[in-house]
């Protein structure tokens, strides 16, 4: 990623082999830039499983070209739809928290159910997968282009002084294709010369925000200071945080939001400092069939490794060492659930919108018809 943002990407077909789909390993970042080469879906499966590729709408596109990765290989068997299908099957339980990941599926699915018998396989899922990746950056510039006119109604109040932002976990440009959800609008802001400063959370246990946010902002010329991920109430007391802007993985009809573990106390803390508190998600993360995020939302457990060691650089070596005694037992919850009644808003690429089926209905009523 260089400070031209523009031109970023976080997966595409390599240029001299279309049938090799290339990403960022975001397990290395950020002392290496490694670009890994996905040969078939098993490899795609592989990479969102370990989250080489993490955030729910990068997801759903590994996912799409992973299919299209299959319609290459299942074009040398004698049933290559039932290939593709068999394979969708298995990307499908690769995740169960982030919904882009079931809704790119049925998406590609679909468009082969429509496509009649005469068809070029491949070529029909490869245009479908860039497809969404295309649709995603639009959204993405979208969603900055609304929540950009949240900062600049702070700037205004502050009189142009600095708007301080918190933000929690990664829902940046490597979450999605480009922009990202909740850094697009600071994006956006920079450059309508809105002055932003970004709090990032380190995000334990895998550091999302201190390895992948930082080093985004960082190369895009973002001013920030990454915090641990206690210390976001502390900085709202002392009236050093004008907003928080998260993500999210799965928003229920009604608004409720599943995000990265530690988002439902940050919440908390901004709800108690009259703190206004924003999601910015693409409508693919709305999940339209559910209602209560508490009870319909599955909650993703992790390996306990996560938790039990950490990663990084030690003279020119990255190491991971263990920090915990044996003998200890340790939960890996991924993702909690933030009620609507914490949450001020809704940040899409269609609007902002209260946290509400009224409010989502609103903004999208074809989809909210649909689910009734």
């Known amino acids: 990623m260089t400070a031209n943002i523009q031109n970023f990407r976080t997966i595409w077909l390599k240029p001299d082999d279309p049938s090799i789909v290339q990403i960022i390993d975001q397990t290395k970042l950020p002392h290496e830039y490694v670009v890994r080469d996905l040969s078939n879906y098993r490899e795609g499966a592989q990479a969102i499983r370990e989250m080489l590729v993490r955030g729910a709408p990068l997801i759903g596109a590994t996912a799409a070209w992973s299919l299209y990765l299959a319609a290459i290989e299942g074009s040398e068997t004698e049933d290559?739809?039932?290939?593709?299908?068999?394979?969708?099957?298995?990307?499908?339980?690769?995740?169960?928290t982030a919904v882009n990941l079931r809704w790119a599926l049925d998406r590609v699915l679909g468009v082969i159910r429509q496509s009649g018998e005469n068809r070029d396989l491949v070529s029909l899922l490869r245009s479908e997968a860039q497809s969404i990746c295309d649709e995603d950056v639009e959204i993405s510039w979208n969603i900055g282009v609304h929540g950009c006119a949240l900062l600049e109604e702070i700037a205004e109040e502050k009189s142009g002084e600095?708007?301080?932002?918190?933000?929690?976990?990664?829902?940046?440009?490597?979450a999605t294709i480009n922009w990202g959800t909740a850094t697009a609008p600071i994006y956006v802001a920079r450059q309508r010369g809105i002055d932003v400063h970004v709090w990032v959370d380190e995000?334990?246990?895998?550091?999302?925000?201190?390895?992948?946010?930082?080093?985004?902002?960082?190369r895009n010329g973002v001013p920030h200071t990454l915090i641990v991920d206690n210390a976001g109430g502390h900085l709202m007391q002392r009236g050093q945080v004008d907003i928080c802007i998260t993500g999210t993985d799965r928003t229920t009809r009604t608004g409720d939001v599943a995000n990265k573990i530690g988002t439902y106390l940050k919440a908390l803390a901004a709800h108690d400092n009259a703190i206004p508190f924003y999601v910015a998600l693409p409508s693919t993360?709305?999940?339209?069939?559910?209602?209560?995020?508490?009870?319909?939302?599955?909650?993703?457990e992790r390996d306990t490794h996560e938790v039990s060691h950490v990663r990084g650089m030690h003279g020119n070596d990255v190491r991971e060492v263990k920090t915990v005694a044996d003998?200890?037992?340790?939960?890996?919850?991924?993702f909690d659930v933030t009620p609507a009644?914490?949450?001020?808003?809704?940040?899409?690429?269609?609007?902002?919108c209260e946290p509400s089926e009224e409010g989502l209905a609103r903004l999208f009523p074809d989809f909210a018809k649909r689910a009734s």
């Open 80 to 96: 290559p739809v039932s290939f593709v299908k068999q394979a969708a099957i298995e990307l499908g339980e690769t995740r169960p």
């Open 162 to 174: 600095v708007v301080n932002v918190l933000t929690h976990c990664n829902a940046g440009a490597l």
């Open 203 to 218: 995000t334990r246990p895998r550091n999302q925000g201190s390895q992948l946010t930082c080093w985004e902002l960082a």
């Open 285 to 300: 993360s709305i999940d339209w069939t559910i209602q209560d995020g508490m009870t319909e939302i599955p909650i993703e």
């Open 327 to 334: 003998g200890s037992a340790i939960r890996n919850y991924a």
């Open 341 to 352: 009644r914490l949450i001020t808003g809704l940040i899409t690429e269609c609007g902002i």
